[in-house]
């Protein structure tokens, strides 16, 4: 019945109305979500507010849609503030919530629902020009035969099977998804459903008709039940269907998953608002398995960005209540913004625990330019790049498409493969997805330094994730998989910092140290993922940058100096996802590390951060789900026991490691004399008062936990004499330098034993270099600077012979600049003129 509502309000509310850009305002009213105490009746509630009931919210339980007429609804909207204050004032005084008589406190949450926008991108970066540009090489006539008795064997008579380099890749021997010994082996996607979340999927064309599956499918846009592309450009979707469904038969090609089904859920052709967007993902999730979504915010490398409350609790619901339980597996394309230093941490789908990020590899294992890197990507698999594209599935009866690319591209296969790992072991859940994905996944590319080899012995790289998908590796060990236990997690307190952050090569640490009761407390067994939320206040967000670096010092670049970021704001309760971590020991120090790289009239406070273990009970049995998430709330009660401490602790004097946008700086001296250095002193004070707080908060706290945080500063020696502090606090401040010094010199050599087989070893090498090598090998096209421009030529050469407009073309020049971005996908054009201030902006 409330499915039936969902749809009633879809149609009701969205049908009709596709011309106009607000579908729910057509009748002149403003609607608001509400989430209600499970006792109550939405009618009860419409009744006391005035309001009218539209229905519940996709499959949201107790949350509905109502409306009021939009010259009252100010009053509607200053009623729902009102109770939320007062619930927040008393659960500030620790009163029971619940538990009262006013029937307003029915009311759990409410949010106004914002007009719907186009704020979602398609993304596949068109490589124009990879067809006229293919490889002229020819195979080995022994892999051409390979192919011939695999489709022979299999009975694929499909034309352009034999272009689908990603299935079975004649050229490139393994480059390819590895996915044809496991059809031989007879699977081959029975009985999955993978819901291509897009701009539609076209129902007639002969290569997905057989495997259309109507009923998990809807549109979104139009309203209606059938996803059918309306608009020229409706093609990425179908495009993408046909790489995880293409059915096996006389057209076109085949898809990874040809014995799936694939419904079509249509979004991105029109604005949408939170509550179709929240019902979209989840519809139908008791029947559609996987929801492949290539689109997300902007890739611009200044736009960061997450979906509302309303979204990230229909996520949730997907994982804990989709597939009856077992959980929805939502599979999302890390992003195409690469080469504008963009990076899939800022995106708030990408950088959910809840999604599968894939990134790109190319047919000949090179990273492809576009791709985003990342703490938050798990994998890799093929796209476009050095010459070609994906094969697939066009719009049309008979229509194929030679030049699919992008991250958009090689979300789909990785949902493919998810489909046969689930048509094989219908019974694995979310989370043994992940655990597969990454026990599965190859590495590639081993020895281009982005590699670190973790705890696990596994290896993590935010190029690669843990490498890219093996299909037969990954649907072997999907059938004799031990189920995980459910998901439990540890949430360490508001961790208050309040710290100027020093500019140039100083990071500002603050530490936390997780110890096993916690854990035992919290019935935390293995670490999976890392969320680490903060605040920060600055008034130019790129030039920030965060590292989360753990107990066995494996270090995540949580966020990175994005220098198109000009935002005058931090970050707002932004919570960065680490996969990096899957299968620490998570008892010990965690340390955040914040860095503002670029000295410059733009500064900011590191205010507050909390993080997140998430893994696997101990004891299942006893394990909860965890609760819908919550909405921003700038009241962060912090704990006595927790409160940061800083320090002043010397830096290395070489290179300044958090550099990231060399094309205004890298001649800059790294190093600024101490006469140089204004932010010097006012670091200097806070940490003395801090230190003071510290000492206090330690005797008094907990030895439960502590945390502290400690600036690096080159000079300090020139300033240690006249430090101006207690005796006390001096002596506080030397030990503690001395056991950080030492710290970091341990880390250094365990970095040195790491990398003695380098490219390079520079006797000048330090930890804190070490350390920016790997950021900057996430970040290519960033810098001249010596290892940076090697790596940029690394991949340059990847691309030999091709120039960079082939995997990244762009031709509408008089365009704004974000909006060349937004139209990125669905150029058809060979013709394109490289955009002159993207190379501009490599050099
Ligand atoms: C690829 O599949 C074959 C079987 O077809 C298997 O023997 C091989 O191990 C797989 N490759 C990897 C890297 O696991
Ligand atoms: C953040 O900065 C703004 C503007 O400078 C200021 O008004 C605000 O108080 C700051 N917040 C904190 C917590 O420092
Ligand atoms: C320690 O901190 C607590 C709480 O902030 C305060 O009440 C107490 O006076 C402090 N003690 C000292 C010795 O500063």
Excluded at 346 to 370: C, E, K
Excluded at 667 to 693: C, G, H, I
Aim: aromatic content about 8%.
């Amino acid at each position: 019945m409330r499915f039936v509502s969902g749809i009633a309000l879809a149609v009701g509310l969205a049908g009709a109305a596709s011309a106009t850009i607000h579908p729910r305002s057509q009748d002149s009213r403003d609607f608001f979500a509400l989430h209600l105490d499970t006792a109550t009746s939405p009618d009860h509630v419409a009744r006391m507010l005035g309001a009218r009931h539209e229905g519940q919210i996709g499959q949201l339980t107790d949350h509905h849609t109502f409306s009021f007429p939009r010259d009252q609804s100010s009053d509607l909207a200053a009623l729902l503030d009102n109770i939320k204050t007062k619930r927040k004032v008393r659960r500030r005084s620790g009163e029971n919530v619940a538990r009262s008589a006013d029937p307003l406190d029915s009311i759990l949450w409410s949010q106004k629902i914002a007009p719907p926008r186009q704020r979602l991108q398609k993304r596949a970066p068109p490589p124009s020009e990879a067809i006229a540009r293919r490889l002229n090489d020819v195979p080995e006539k022994s892999a051409i035969d390979a192919q011939s008795d695999i489709a022979s064997t299999l009975g694929i008579s499909d034309p352009i099977f034999k272009e689908q380099w990603h299935l079975f890749n004649p050229l490139q021997p393994g480059h390819d998804l590895n996915v044809t010994g496991i059809w031989l082996e007879g699977v081959t996607g029975h009985g999955v459903v993978t819901a291509i979340v897009d701009d539609g999927l076209d129902f007639d064309s002969n290569d997905l008709k057989p495997n259309y599956f109507a009923e998990g499918s809807y549109d979104f846009n139009e309203g209606g039940p059938e996803p059918r592309p309306l608009l020229i450009d409706d093609k990425h979707g179908t495009r993408c269907s046909g790489e995880i469904g293409a059915a096996k038969n006389d057209y076109c090609g085949v898809g990874v998953a040809y014995d799936s089904k694939v419904a079509g859920i249509r979004i991105l052709s029109a604005p949408i608002d939170d509550v179709d967007e929240a019902a979209a993902i989840n519809y139908e999730f008791q029947k559609n398995d996987i929801y492949s979504c290539s689109w997300g915010p902007i890739d611009d490398g200044a736009t960061m960005d997450a979906p509302g409350v309303l979204i990230k609790r229909a996520m949730v619901n997907g994982v804990q209540k989709g597939r009856d339980g077992k959980g929805s597996i939502f599979v999302f394309a890390a992003g195409n913004g690469a080469q504008y230093g963009d990076n899939c941490n800022f995106d708030g789908y990408t950088n959910s625990i809840y999604s599968i990020t894939v990134g790109a590899i190319d047919r000949q294992g090179s990273h492809p330019s576009y791709s985003e890197s990342c703490s938050a990507q798990l994998v890799v698999a093929y796209s476009s790049g050095s010459g070609d594209a994906i094969h697939t599935t066009d719009v049309g009866a008979n229509s194929c498409y030679s030049n699919h690319g992008g991250t958009s591209a090689a979300g789909p296969l990785a949902a493919g493969t998810v489909a046969l790992a689930l048509s094989a072991r219908p019974e694995l859940t979310w989370r043994d997805i992940q655990y597969l994905m990454v026990e599965t996944a190859v590495p590639v590319s081993e020895t281009d330094g982005s590699w670190q080899t973790l705890p696990s012995g596994r290896k993590f790289s935010h190029d690669w994730g843990f490498g890219k998908v093996d299909t037969y590796s990954l649907v072997h060990k999907a059938q004799t998989w031990e189920l995980v236990k459910p998901q439990a997690w540890y949430t360490s307190p508001w961790l208050r910092v309040h710290h100027n952050i020093p500019q140039g090569s100083q990071g500002l640490l603050s530490k936390f140290t997780v110890t096993a009761d916690q854990l035992k407390d919290a019935n935390f067994g293995r670490l999976e993922h890392v969320t680490v939320t903060m605040n920060i206040n600055h008034s130019r967000r790129g030039d920030l940058s965060v590292e989360l670096r753990s107990p066995a010092g494996i270090i995540s670049y949580l966020s990175v100096a994005r220098h198109r970021d000009k935002e005058p704001v931090g970050y707002l309760d932004w919570t960065f996802m680490s996969v990096a971590h899957w299968g620490e020991p998570a008892v010990g120090e965690w340390t955040v590390i914040v860095k503002d790289s670029e000295v410059n009239d733009f500064s900011g406070e590191f205010i507050d951060w909390r993080f997140n273990l998430w893994g696997e009970a101990v004891d299942g049995t006893t394990q909860g789900l965890h609760p819908l998430p919550d909405e921003h709330d700038d009241d962060h009660p912090y704990e006595e026991a927790h409160v940061a401490t800083t320090t002043l602790e010397p830096a290395p004097s070489k290179t300044n490691p958090a550099v990231t946008n060399p094309d205004e700086h890298h001649d800059r001296p790294v190093n600024q004399k101490p006469t140089d250095q204004p932010s010097a002193p006012t670091v200097t004070q806070p940490a003395d008062e801090e230190l003071e707080v510290v000492n206090n908060g330690t005797t008094a706290g907990s030895a439960a936990s502590s945390t502290s945080t400690a600036v690096s500063d080159n000079y300090l020696s020139s300033y240690l004499p006249t430090f101006g502090a207690s005796k006390r606090t001096q002596v506080w401040i030397y030990a503690s330098l001395g056991m950080i010094i030492v710290f970091f010199i341990g880390l250094g050599v365990f970095f040195q034993l790491q990398r003695l087989k380098r490219r390079r070893t520079n006797p000048q090498d330090d930890y804190e270099f070490e350390m920016i090598e790997d950021e900057d090998e996430m970040h290519p096209m960033t810098g001249p600077g010596g290892r940076t421009q090697r790596r940029g030529g690394e991949l340059y050469n990847a691309f030999a012979g091709e120039s960079d407009e082939e995997i990244f073309s762009e031709d509408d020049e008089e365009k704004p600049y974000r909006d060349r971005l937004a139209n990125i996908p669905e150029r058809d054009d060979e013709e394109s003129s490289p955009g002159s201030h993207l190379l501009t902006e490599k050099h």
